[in-house]
């Protein structure tokens, strides 16, 4: 109530966004942009900044203060300031000890590792959004933050391998020599494979790309790469089923691609392994044997680093170079390395998550915890710890589209629909048989016998005919047409036989009819052929 | 006269024709089923030149060649896009020939009966047969060639008007004379009286002023029927013409005539009732003419059509993965199914799901469409019927509308009032979004508005279908 009437005396005391300095070593990024900060001071708050925060990122104090942002002048201020911190690494100890009650805190958490933070946020009664928590929707991609970093990683690991390859990546044919383009294999294509291929394949070089889900293979290929196939016959998992991450292979999927990866190494220039499975450690893909193939001066970039590595012989964080000759490159801050790119994406996917958390734009936090993105991404809230979150009410990447399940009929329902089609069908049968009979009857008390037996082959051919229509295909009802048509020319008979008994006059008329079915005869069976020929399978 | 050798290649030929229809029902096997038909109708007028129809065949062979020749140029020339009108000018030509067929009959019959019985003895071919019939057997003889000419005669004229609306040389609005259903309904009873009065007196006057009445009957009935419904009006002259030959095939007492006629007559029956029933239209009342009027008012159309160029039709495809595409009758007048076919091709090499959803009446002819697509080499598996594909239009991202209006129109369902309320029609509204190529703002055949152009999903790209497509076709990539 407080805080509502002095918003009312003219917003004095509103809501505070604050982004201090990332304490993590190396760290390079801000949670905040001064373009961010405008985009929220819209959405009803007001935005703080320890100072400093945004200089290795390209920001200094005067661009944000220029975007109406308070400075702080130490972290400890900004804590106690704001209602609001949004970072970007998960808070060390000395800044959990900072959250208070009430106090919402927006950051990359990975909650799966880190029950300690958890457990004393509930304690203290803070709220704790998850940036990596955001769950796979269509809706959520504008705050999936994962995928704006992995695109950064992606991008970021060829610049890297580039810098330490000692060639061009396109293929030259120069006054001073020949040089062969640099070929390029990413293995895993998420977001960072992807990113990694478009990028490579832009350069100029060979880009290969691999991945365990054989649906990528189109977005591979969209991206410019060529999609690596494995002669290998088992049910992939749909990726699909697992939010769109890839699950762990069965052993012998394992060693039919490591046999396409020892076949592929040695012509291989530049690696790029994204190979990462959620909440285990990174699969060995590339064996210390495959590096052994490879030439000197090759690069690999192990993008899983962080968890093991795809290649046991990375070292994380460091860039090393084998006996043969080859670097492998095992850093885990790529984003960090492009920290403006990445402060400009991270601090947009932050602003779209305040934006959900403020549906009425009035600088009042709404924390629905009935909304599936708030709801994924909340990991404590209310004193509770929220995590894991339940699965979203939407799948997070449509599945095999879905019949509509037409209500089963009960077994007594489908028995009295038959019987009830049955004895309707038997009634009609036997009404049309009675009255067909009858007639047929009638007609053969009065008639002679001569046109009775006529007669009797009219009925049964308009019975064949009946029975052989129905089957017809719906597609070839105008080639029925044109063949019944030529058919009907049977008339010619007529004309025929009476062609040579008898005057003049009969002779002309017989001729003429004759002339005219043979014209719908031969024009009647051509079309037809013409039409039918060219009914062809794909 | 008996000709144990002609009875025995009828017989075969009969099989055959029955084997020709019953293979249609696949389009593998339909390509057999022609040869069939071929092989049938060589084998019958083969067997009758050599049997009961030997006299002049010199004559009857040229006669054949001719007509032959003819038919060949026109088979071989004709545009696909005229299929229907084709089909339609070729029933007039049975029609006149069963005409003609029934005339001989009645002069001969009036020549035979005028001889004595030693002049009879000495009758060849037709006229010997007819020498043999007692007095009940000329009487239902001179009922079954007046049948024949009758239907012969209004299968002529009915045919020519169908010709004519199909290739749109006659207003294909649904036309009466002043008096309207009372003409058709005078000129039938006309037809009665002079039924009985021939069937008396067996005179040539009754018999003329019967043709007159049935070409009137023809010309007026095909009138007064709408262009939207001249795809049952084809099929059921088809069935017509076929009637009529079974109906001379009585009076001249030859089976294989009768057989094949009731074959082609009931054939082309169950055509127009399918067609019928996927309209929703009751037979009767497509067959008297026109459009049963409306119970109420119509709903009133509200919201605009909203224009789009070819670059926003060009974006939107690139950016789909399921598409339908509902060709209509302004395909065919357009000659744009080969464009079809291309954008279909470019958008298949991309890996999309493109489809086509067929309309049971769409086009003018039963299986029109299929006709069109398989002639311009669209494979004929990614061609669904209504049934097989209206379920999947609300997973469909892009459905495009080429030159069809009525069987896309929404006010079948939503409007109880609409003259065309309970037709099943394609839901393509359901898509995502919808783009219909079309030429201008006009309604279509049957002139009733259409709800779907004015929906917020659906974009006009107006247009000719086969120049739409020729600007459409370079951006696809």
Redesign the interface.
């Known amino acids: 109530m407080w805080r509502k009437a002095n918003m009312m005396d003219g917003g004095i005391a509103r809501v505070k966004i604050g982004t201090p300095k990332e304490m993590f070593e190396g760290e390079r990024r801000v949670a905040m942009t001064p373009e961010s900060a405008a985009q929220l001071q819209k959405l009803g708050y007001d935005c703080l900044i320890e100072t400093g925060a945004g200089a290795e990122a390209g920001f200094s104090d005067a661009d944000y203060a220029a975007a109406g942002v308070e400075i702080a002048k130490t972290a400890a201020a900004l804590w106690k300031a704001v209602d609001v911190v949004a970072k970007v690494r998960a808070p060390n100890e000395a800044e959990v000890k900072r959250l208070r009650d009430g106090q919402t805190l927006i950051s990359f958490i990975n909650p799966a590792a880190n029950d300690k933070l958890l457990k004393s946020a509930a304690k203290k009664g803070s709220t704790v959004v998850a940036m990596d928590m955001v769950p796979r929707i269509s809706r959520a991609q504008k705050m999936d933050a994962l995928s704006s970093m992995a695109n950064i990683a992606g991008y970021r690991a060829i610049i890297e391998a580039g810098n330490n390859f000692g060639r061009f990546f396109t293929g030259q044919i120069t006054a001073a020599g020949k040089v062969p383009p640099a070929k390029v294999l990413v293995v895993g294509a998420g977001v960072a494979g992807l990113a990694a291929v478009g990028t490579s394949t832009s350069l100029g070089a060979i880009t290969y790309a691999f991945d365990v889900r054989p649906e990528v293979a189109?977005q591979i290929e969209s991206m410019g790469a060529e999609f690596v196939f494995l002669d290998f016959e088992e049910e992939q998992a749909d990726g699909a089923a697992t939010g769109g991450y890839a699950a762990v292979s069965s052993p012998e999927f394992r060693e039919a691609q490591l046999a396409k990866f020892r076949e592929l190494a040695p012509e291989i220039d530049i690696v790029i392994t994204t190979a990462l499975i959620p909440n285990r450690d990174a699969p060995e893909l590339w064996t210390e044997d495959m590096v052994g193939a490879m030439k000197p001066g090759s690069v690999i970039v192990d993008l899983a680093a962080e968890k093991g590595g795809n290649c046991k012989l990375t070292v994380m964080d460091k860039k090393i170079v084998t006996e043969n000759g080859v670097t492998i490159i095992g850093y885990t801050d790529f984003p960090s390395r492009m920290a403006a790119q990445a402060s400009t994406l991270y601090s947009t996917n932050i602003r779209h998550m305040m934006t959900d958390l403020t549906p009425e734009k009035d600088g009042v936090i709404d924390h629905n915890m009935e909304d599936d993105v708030i709801r994924g991404a909340t990991v404590t809230h209310a004193k509770a710890i929220t995590f894991p979150p339940p699965p979203p009410k939407i799948a997070a990447i449509a599945a095999a589209?879905k019949?509509?399940a037409v209500p089963e009929p009960t077994v007594q329902e489908k028995r009295a629909a038959e019987v009830a089609a049955f004895k309707s069908q038997t009634r009609n049968q036997v009404t049309l048989l009675a009255v067909g009979g009858a007639a047929l009857l009638a007609v053969g008390l009065v008639?002679?016998a001569?046109?009775m037996q006529?007669f009797i082959?009219?009925?049964?051919?308009?019975?064949?005919?009946?029975q052989?229509?129905?089957?017809?295909?719906?597609?070839?009802?105008?080639?029925?047409?044109?063949?019944?048509?030529?058919?009907?020319?049977?008339?010619?008979?007529?004309?025929?036989?009476?062609?040579?008994?008898?005057?003049s006059?009969?002779?002309l008329?017989?001729?003429?009819?004759?002339?005219?079915?043979?014209?719908?005869?031969?024009?009647?069976?051509?079309?037809?052929?013409?039409?039918?020929?060219?009914?062809?399978?794909? | 006269m008996e000709y144990g050798f002609t009875t025995a290649a009828y017989v075969v030929s009969v099989v055959l024709f029955i084997l020709s229809l019953g293979g249609l029902s696949g389009q593998e096997s339909a390509k057999r089923a022609v040869w069939y038909g071929i092989t049938g109708m060589a084998l019958a007028i083969a067997a009758t030149l050599i049997g009961p129809g030997s006299g002049l065949w010199f004559l009857s062979m040229i006669m054949i060649a001719g007509g032959g020749y003819i038919g060949y140029q026109l088979a071989t020339k004709v545009q696909m896009t005229q299929m229907p009108e084709l089909v339609a000018a070729m029933h007039s030509l049975v029609g006149l020939a069963a005409v003609f067929v029934g005339f001989i009959a009645h002069v001969e019959l009036g020549r035979v009966l005028a001889m004595d019985d030693a002049a009879k003895k000495g009758l060849e071919g037709f006229a010997a047969i007819l020498a043999k019939k007692d007095g009940v057997e000329i009487a239902i003889l001179r009922v079954e060639l007046f049948l024949g000419i009758f239907i012969g005669a209004i299968t002529f004229t009915g045919s020519i008007i169908a010709y004519g609306k199909l290739a749109g040389r006659v207003d294909s609005a649904a036309t009466k004379l002043p008096g309207g259903h009372m003409l058709n309904a005078g000129a039938a009873t006309l037809s009665l009286i002079t039924l009985i009065w021939y069937f008396n007196t067996g005179g040539f006057l009754p018999l003329f002023l019967m043709t007159l009445a049935a070409l009137f009957i023809g010309y007026h009935l095909i009138m007064g029927i709408g262009g939207a419904d001249m795809p049952v009006v084809v099929s059921m002259l088809n069935s017509y013409s076929g009637w009529a030959a079974a109906a001379i095939g009585f009076s001249l007492g030859n089976d294989l005539m009768i057989v094949v006629g009731a074959l082609v007559g009931s054939s082309g029956a169950i055509l127009s009732y399918i067609m019928c029933k996927a309209m929703n239209r009751s037979f009767v009342s497509v067959i008297l003419g026109g459009f049963g009027g409306p119970a109420g008012e119509q709903m009133a159309v509200e919201g605009e059509q909203i224009a789009i160029e070819a670059e926003g039709v060009a974006m939107a495809l690139n950016e789909a993965d399921n598409v339908v595409i509902i060709p209509g009758y302004g395909m065919a007048v357009a000659q744009a199914q080969s464009g079809v076919a291309e954008l279909v091709r470019k958008l298949r090499a991309q890996g999309k799901n493109v489809r086509f959803a067929i309309h049971p009446v769409a086009g003018r002819l039963p299986g029109h469409m299929n006709v069109l697509l398989a002639e311009a080499k669209v494979p004929y598996d990614i061609v669904m019927e209504m049934d097989e594909i209206n379920e999947d239009f609300p997973e469909t991202d892009v459905a495009i509308v080429i030159g069809s209006n009525d069987i896309v129109n929404p006010a079948a369902q939503d409007d109880p009032n609409s003259p065309i309320a309970g037709m099943p029609v394609l839901e393509c509204w359901k898509a995502k979004q919808v783009f219909v190529s079309k030429r201008g703002q006009g309604t279509g055949y049957s002139g009733i508005e259409n709800p779907l152009f004015f929906r917020e999903n659906t974009r006009m790209f107006y247009g000719d279908a086969k120049a739409s497509l020729d600007k459409l076709l370079p951006m696809i990539d």
């Open positions: 189109e589209p019949k509509e008639a002679p001569s046109f006529h082959v009219f009925v049964l051919a308009v019975f064949i005919g009946f052989v229509i129905w089957g017809v295909a719906h597609s070839l009802h105008t080639p029925l047409m044109a063949v019944t048509n030529a058919i009907s020319s049977i008339i010619i008979l007529g004309a025929l036989m009476q062609i040579g008994s008898g005057s006059l009969v002779i008329l017989a001729a003429l009819g004759v002339f005219m079915t043979g014209i719908n005869i031969f024009g009647g069976f051509l079309v037809t052929r013409r039409m039918l020929a060219m009914f062809q399978k794909s």
